[in-house]
């Protein structure tokens, strides 16, 4: 996509007016202008997707949910964000600054970086990665970082408990996360998420949802544990630790926190897409002339409907009940499963022969 | 244009790595040193993609980053260490510690300059084998570490499980008296086992019947 941009951009007008040049200066800015042109996209559908996400809920419950703030309540996550940022930061007396300070950027970062290798149509991606599912693994499994700084560096048992739960609960459920990963990267034969996506080519018939099925249901629960979503929130259950690791934040710092984990959301529904719902392609061969990156933002539009779901349909699980899942149901499915997957296709002959 | 950026982020990244492996065994605070630790494997992460060898760094990230290092963390933040008293023998102990490092420094220098390589290997370095564009790095690896290393790459495996099934075994133990939750009990809990209607007669009172498990 930079490349691409790259080459474009001195022929157009706007470039021949300027007498633009293809020098690494000019490479440099397109970088930044392609990372704008997903981050500002990204964060403003992370404001709508808190919106969506109060709606469905209260839908569910028979409320109305945020109705006031513009038409339909549309606005409710400017106002909010508004009302945040105009809030004091606080800094507790007992809390190790620094680290208090840079666990909601780190959050924050990370929760955007792992979008730089997500393909939002055919070669357009940030960073086409050889690695790119590995990249998102390794990315995700930083984001404990800014949970545990925050929770230790806060200098509070509310916060301390939250940020450890969090931590335990992240390594558990990666695992089989990555699990789920092997067995579609086997059927893809690659690393790269465009090579997965163009595996699943030609329609919704042959899209991963159906031979994958059962992972794909490991992988989604697993995504909500990894994400401290409902019914897996744990580390922010309000009932018994207040807020969990955010118990101390305030303003900004806690906005960020906020954002970072709703981008974590939209990430994994996106991840979801490209690894079982084909991607940019059409469900319909003949819908293929609508551009693919709307096909994906339907899709993870879909994937976040899921999460919304069951955020208001299931009770909160108990600590040790998750943990059980985790480690004595999910990793030996998930293991059965990469097994049980090699073996048909190294013997039913389906090995891609790409890879 | 180009080499220069790359030296620059060499420089970056191995001078932060350099950096941030000082400040782990000089910060003051325990949970400081293993947050640079992870500052340090990951400017060695990115180390390894200046290298080309993209998937070397991210399994680094995964792997180090990602679970060792988090395990650490969690250990040092729950440890509760008087970070003074810990500090007061330092001086008497630091004699020991040079003389320990100094040794071992002298013998390092002393391989390093008494080591003979092959005959082929100032060849081989001389003119590598040509690098196949067309093979990415994650299945140069693979193909190697599944054709010509599987008995060593499995026998690392199996080292690996011995010493985690190992560890299991020395630290588990059965505690009499602790109340586990079995799912499979719960679910097969009808209300006929749970509790019986009893019709009273006035004055009478019930005996109850003894407990069925």
């Known amino acids: ?77 400017f106002a909010d964000g508004l009302k945040l940022f105009l809030k004091e930061t606080i800094i507790p007396a007992g809390a190790n600054k620094v680290i208090f300070l840079m ?30 599912i590995l990249y998102i693994l390794a990315i995700s499994s930083l984001g404990v970082y800014g949970i545990i700084m925050s929770g230790w560096a806060s200098n509070s048992r509310y916060a301390f408990l939250g940020a450890l739960r969090s931590a335990a609960q992240m390594v558990s459920y990666e695992v089989s996360i990555g699990f789920v990963l092997v067995c579609v990267l086997i059927s893809a ?10 595996r699943q080519a030609g329609g919704a018939i042959y899209w991963n949802i159906w031979p994958f099925f059962p992972i794909f249901v490991i992988f989604f629960i697993s995504a909500l544990a990894e994400t401290n979503r409902p019914p ?39 991840v979801m897409a490209i690894l079982f719902f084909g991607g940019w392609h059409a469900p319909l061969p003949f819908l293929e002339f609508i551009p693919g990156f709307i096909w994906l933002f339907i899709k993870i539009a879909f994937g976040f409907w899921l999460f919304a779901m069951v955020k208001a349909f299931v009770p909160r699980y108990r600590y040790d009940q998750l943990m059980r899942l985790g480690w004595k149901v999910f990793l030996p499915l998930s293991l059965f499963f990469v097994v049980f997957y090699s073996a048909i296709f190294v013997y039913g002959g389906f090995l891609p022969t790409n890879g | 244009m180009d080499l220069a950026l790359t030296d620059i982020v060499f420089y970056v990244f191995a001078a932060t790595t350099l950096a941030s492996g000082m400040l782990v065994i000089s910060a003051r605070n325990p949970v400081h040193s293993v947050l640079w630790l992870i500052l340090a494997f990951f400017s060695a992460a990115g180390l390894f993609v200046l290298l080309g060898a993209e998937f070397l760094a991210m399994l680094l990230v995964v792997v180090y980053v990602g679970a060792v290092a988090v395990l650490f963390l969690f250990v040092v933040m729950m440890l509760d260490i008087n970070f003074t008293e810990l500090r007061q023998g330092m001086m008497q102990h630091m004699p020991l510690g040079v003389l320990i490092g100094l040794i071992l420094l002298i013998e390092l220098a002393t391989l390093a300059f008494t080591w003979n390589f092959g005959d082929d290997v100032a060849k081989n370095a001389a003119s590598p084998g040509p690098i196949d564009a067309s093979v990415t790095n994650t299945e140069a690896l693979g193909v190697l570490l599944y054709t010509d290393y599987i008995f060593i790459f499995q026998t690392a495996g199996l080292i690996l499980l011995v010493a985690m099934i190992g560890a299991i075994v020395l630290t588990h133990r059965e505690r009499p008296g602790v109340r586990r939750q079995n799912i499979g009990k719960q679910v097969r809990r009808r209300p006929e086992d749970a509790f019986e209607l009893v019709d009273v007669e006035t004055g009478e009172g019930v005996t109850l019947p003894t407990k069925k498990g």
């Open chain 1, 103 to 132: 666990a909601p950027m780190i959050t924050f970062t990370l929760a955007l970086i792992s979008w730089a290798v997500i393909p939002f149509d055919e070669g357009m991606a940030i960073a086409d990665l050889n690695v790119g």
């Open chain 1, 232 to 270: 897996f929130d744990l580390p922010e259950a309000e009932a018994e630790l207040v807020a969990g690791y955010q118990v101390e934040y305030s303003s900004m710092a806690f906005a960020l926190f906020f954002l970072g984990e709703y981008a974590n959301i939209l990430l994994m529904s996106a």
């Open chain 1, 1 to 77: 996509m930079v490349d691409a941009f790259f080459q474009w951009l001195p022929t157009t007008w706007l470039g021949q007016l300027l007498g633009l040049e293809p020098t690494p200066t000019l490479y440099f800015f397109s970088i930044v202008l392609m990372i704008l042109a997903v981050v500002l996209p990204l964060l403003i559908a992370v404001a709508f997707t808190v919106y969506f996400d109060r709606k469905i809920w209260a839908a569910v419950q028979l409320r109305r949910g945020p109705n006031v703030v513009g038409p339909f309540g549309l606005l409710q996550s």
């Open chain 1, 189 to 198: 034969g690659s690393l790269n998420l465009s090579d997965i996506v163009d």
